[in-house]
């Protein structure tokens, strides 16, 4: 029986007994190696899923000490299947975002800003969740520090783009990059990603206030 939790914790749960981990990973694995057999270009989709390797290992080795909620957790798996998705066909190329463009009129193929507003979106929570139930940080910590450390993780996101677009693998550096002709894409990206992490936080912080009521 899955129970869907709210609540992080530290007790040392059996990554057997937490059966919705086990779907999300196998929904994960099997959909990460669809993009792999089916990607557009391979070099770009290594370049861009290098991170999502160190964050999954990151998960793994952590999760016999701190267990994330299963919200939280929900929150993960869907920010690196739209992330994964993304490095299939490069951002700027993504078939939904044309979908999009097409559909709504628009300049430009919008799937990259897609993700990185669900970066703040989606991934303030769980850190949320990690100071508050780990390190027992005050509560107006664990709503503010979220959106900062985003804003700040945004903007070395954007150092690594040009280092692999400049320095790394130039070869890759346009398909990486993903600016569509945009001076401001970075700029743009660091506010989305940052303006994602502060509506979730007054999302969830609203709700919380309401269920107490």
């Known amino acids: 029986m899955i129970q869907f939790t709210t609540a992080s914790s530290n007790s040392r749960v059996p990554f057997k007994e937490n059966h919705l981990i086990k779907a999300y990973l196998a929904i994960f694995l099997g959909f990460w190696l669809y ?35 299963q919200l939280s957790y929900t929150f993960i798996f869907v920010y690196i299947l739209l992330h994964i998705y993304g490095a299939m066909y490069t951002y700027a190329e993504n078939p939904f975002g044309y979908w999009l463009k097409d559909t709504f009129g628009m300049a430009r193929n919008h799937y990259d800003r897609i993700v990185h507003f669900s970066f703040g979106f989606m991934l303030a929570y769980p850190m949320r969740d990690y100071f508050k ?22 903007g070395l996101y954007e150092i690594i783009e040009w280092l692999v677009a400049d320095v790394f693998f130039p070869a890759e550096g346009v398909a990486y990059l993903g ?32 269920l107490k009521r």
């Not at 793994?60 to 909620?69: D, E, G, I, Q, V």
């Not at 401001?184 to 936080?201: E, R, V």
């Open 35 to 69: 993009t792999f057999l089916y990607t557009t270009d391979t070099a770009n989709w290594i370049t861009e899923n290098v991170l999502t390797i160190l964050f999954i290992l990151g998960l793994s080795l952590s999760y016999h000490k701190f267990k994330f909620s």
């Open 179 to 210: 600016t569509q002709g945009d001076v401001w894409d970075a700029q743009k990206d660091m506010g989305l990603a940052f303006s994602g992490a502060i509506l979730i936080m007054l999302l969830i912080s609203t709700v919380k206030r309401f």
């Open 133 to 154: 139930n780990w390190f027992g940080w005050p509560a107006w910590v664990c709503w503010v520090l979220p959106a900062e450390i985003t804003m700040s993780f945004s």
